[in-house]
């Protein structure tokens, strides 16, 4: 018997802007809190046009976003069998959820892929996630001799030996444990090897978008879906630098193979991004007036089960270390902002190359070229802070950025 919705509703809490944070989910890049984002039916699927064109299954799937690296994922599918996925995603319907699948999506990145390779065709290349093997057999159509594929639903049969390229096109979407996913992956690459995956990414606006983001479908298998941060992080775990392209990645140590440097090259450069965020322990002469009379931050906040800190000055500055990288993002973790459009008006700089502010995914971010640096002074340039309605100077306030230890932030280790 179906529960009387008014028994659920009865034990809702009163509305305040802690309940979004009452329960949590621990991330599966990072370890840190996850919060509930939105719930969709089952039969959501990957449609341009009507995601229910199939009706509703009457079942709810729950999706969870990390608000460290931005990775999205349902733990609803955790516990399912092969079997399981078998019967009720990769069945005789999957194709027409995803009619491309079989032949038409894996024929045109084979194309691509045949010419990104170009002088790697003596390489050992292993498609994971091989689907109906047509990459694989478009590939040694092409000249490539020694490409094999391997699926755990469809080419169940583990590959010998070790590969120096696996490719890996649209498939850790698939997966609830990508952490064990790429080591599976690694476990068949050479040590000096590459690995080159496509991947959907959550789009800028996906705070906006939540649920209705199309790519976010259950029907289709989607449990996990990216950021180029939770990719990063991913590798970085595992002693790997990403590279970002358009739309492939790659990862790869810091001395790859001749054939890895072959795709690594059609790719695009290395890439790592840094948070930065308010301090949690500061000097009094940062929380109270200088001889220009400015306060650079106000004292330590809580709100939405988070904590926070207005900024009060204009420039703020942190000393920064990353990875040897070509290209580095930054990122602030904006909490809220004193007036519309005051973050999209601020700039960041790296050792004084100033960038203007692009607003990704609910943060200010900004990329710099990075070569031949691994640290460095990041600055925050804002408009003036806005005097609020106290009319005093300490109550001068420009943007609220969230602390380190935030207690559902935690700084991956």
Known sequence: MQTDPRQVLARVPAANRTTA???????????S????????????????????????????????????????????????????????IYNDDYLKMDGEYTAVRPARIA???????QGAENARILDYGSGAGVFVQQMRERGFHHVEGYDPFSSPERPQGRFDIITCFEVIE??????????????????DGCILLSQTLQPDDILERRGNWWY????????????????ELMARSNGLLLRRGDTVFGLAGQDPSRFAQIGLQSVGPSFSTV??????????????????????????????????????????????KWPEVACLRVHVPLVSEIRANYAAACKLALDGVVRPVRMVRGEMTAEFDVTG?????????????????????????????????????????
């Not at 199939?54 to 990775?71: A, K």
């Not at 194309?111 to 390779?117: A, H, K, N, Q, Y």
């Not at 650079?296 to 920064?320: D, N, S, V, Y």
């Not at 806005?386 to 109550?395: D, F, K, L």
Request: aromatic share 14%; charged share 25%.
């Open 21 to 31: 944070y009452r329960e949590t989910r621990s991330c599966k890049i990072c370890g």
């Open 33 to 88: 809190g996850s919060v509930k984002f939105d719930i969709v039916d089952f039969n959501k699927w990957c449609s341009p046009d009507n995601f229910y064109a199939f009706g509703l299954s009457g079942v709810s799937v729950d999706y969870w976003r990390c608000v460290h690296c931005g990775f999205l994922f349902t733990d609803f599918f955790d516990n399912w069998t092969n079997d399981d996925f078998r019967r009720f």
């Open 111 to 117: 194309e691509d892929f045949g010419r990104r390779l």
């Open 174 to 191: 698939h997966t609830g444990d990508p952490r064990a996913t790429l080591a599976d992956m690694l476990g068949f690459l050479e040590p």
């Open 216 to 231: 976010l479908a259950p029907r289709n298998g989607h449990i996990s879906t990216f950021t180029e941060e939770a990719l």
């Open 275 to 320: 948070r930065v965020h308010a301090p949690t322990a500061m000097p009094d002469s940062l929380i109270s007036f200088t001889d220009r009379k400015t306060v650079w931050w106000h004292p330590m906040k809580t709100e939405e089960a988070r904590q926070f800190r207005w900024t009060g000055g204009k420039l703020l500055q942190w000393q920064a």
């Open 373 to 413: 640096k691994t640290a460095g002074r990041i600055e925050l340039r804002t408009p003036p802070p806005v005097e609020t309605t106290e009319g005093s100077p300490e109550c001068a306030k420009g943007i609220a950025i969230a602390t380190a230890n935030d207690p559902i932030w935690p700084a991956p280790a």
